[in-house]
């Protein structure tokens, strides 16, 4: 799962965990217009313009929490970006398995890469004699 995806999920748990725990919240969270793309992209924008590159969870979900509160509020324009969510992600067992299979795969390739290199290195040239010719001149 995408972190984006990953994200709008936590964002949408959250919004409705608050909405069984507040009732006054809960009223405007049923009748809001707004999807949860609507506050993805509200929250997107306002982390754009504040210029911060980290927000602490309690911001994030205050942020998403204000776009429901305030129906008349600019939801901006939708933002192409990546979301990094520091939240564990579980993986599917398909998906592990998968992950296994990769690694192993991985693994198997580096070491055969270690082997061919291993066995193609030049073997050093051993030292040739030299034997020397006499010449007519050495006993002068």
């Given amino acids: 799962m995408k972190g984006t995806e990953h994200f709008k999920e936590i964002i949408k748990g959250y919004l409705d965990q608050r909405a069984k725990e507040d009732e006054l919240f809960r ?20 982390v754009k313009n504040s210029g911060c590159c980290g927000f602490d969870d309690s911001e994030i979900y205050s942020m998403a929490v204000h776009v429901i509160d305030e129906p008349d509020l600019e939801i901006g324009k939708p933002l192409q970006c990546g979301i990094v969510v520091n939240h564990h992600v579980e993986l599917t ?48």
């Fill in 27 to 46: 009223a405007k969270y049923e009748t809001t217009s707004r999807s949860i793309d609507d506050v993805v992209t509200f929250i997107l924008n306002e």
């Fill in 93 to 140: 067992e398909e998906e592990k398995a998968e992950q296994r299979s990769l690694a192993l795969k991985r693994y198997q390739e580096e070491e055969l890469r270690k082997l061919q290199a291993r066995n193609h290195r030049p073997k050093p040239a051993k030292a040739q004699e030299v034997t020397l010719q006499p010449s007519l001149f050495d006993n002068l």
